[in-house]
């Protein structure tokens, strides 16, 4: 299975959103320019998702709106409730097996801790996911998995 492994884009805090809880945080203008520069990015080196998964907050949601229009609006998205943060990295991979359907490329789009120790669980190393960063794993099996490109949105 090769899977897009992205953080969703810069957001303001709870207080400066004016909002009540860090679900119904926003993505910030930056975030939304940066999920679209990285779906560019990624098409350009070949790695366009088949399907994108989204976590169900917000902030998260936006992004992968966001990053569908910077690939044309071609793959779908669906919300995909294990990407909310709450399961540790290996057991989200297992989610992912057994519960998300596998066309050829997935992307996941989620929230720090748990993109991070989903990648570390696969590949063995700690990625260091800045807001809207993406990595490409060839996921064969946790800690047998194969790191293929990481995409921080501050390289050129």
């Known amino acids: 299975m090769r899977l897009i492994v992205m953080r969703h884009g810069q957001s303001p805090s709870v207080v400066e959103a004016g909002v009540r809880t860090d679900a119904e945080r926003p993505l910030a203008e930056e975030g939304r320019r940066d999920a679209r520069r990285q779906a560019g990015r990624l098409a350009k080196k070949g790695f366009t998702p088949d399907l994108i998964l989204s976590s169900p907050l917000l902030r998260a949601q936006q992004t992968a709106h966001e990053v569908r229009r910077g690939?044309?609006?071609?793959?779908?998205?669906?919300?995909?409730?294990?990407?909310?943060?709450?399961?540790?990295?290996?057991?989200?991979?297992?989610?992912?097996?057994?519960?998300?359907?596998?066309?050829?490329?997935?992307?996941?789009?989620?929230?720090m801790p748990q993109v991070g120790e989903l990648a570390a669980a696969l590949t063995g190393d700690s990625l260091g996911f800045e807001p809207a960063a993406a990595a490409v794993i060839e996921a064969v099996g946790l800690g047998s998995s194969r790191l293929v490109l990481f995409l921080a949105p501050s390289e050129d």
Not at 77 to 98: H, I
Request: proline share 12%; glycine share 8%; hydrophobic share 40%.
């Open 71 to 111: 690939f044309n609006d071609k793959p779908r998205v669906e919300t995909f409730e294990p990407l909310s943060n709450q399961l540790p990295g290996a057991e989200l991979f297992k989610r992912v097996l057994e519960d998300a359907p596998r066309p050829g490329l997935v992307m996941l789009v989620g929230h």
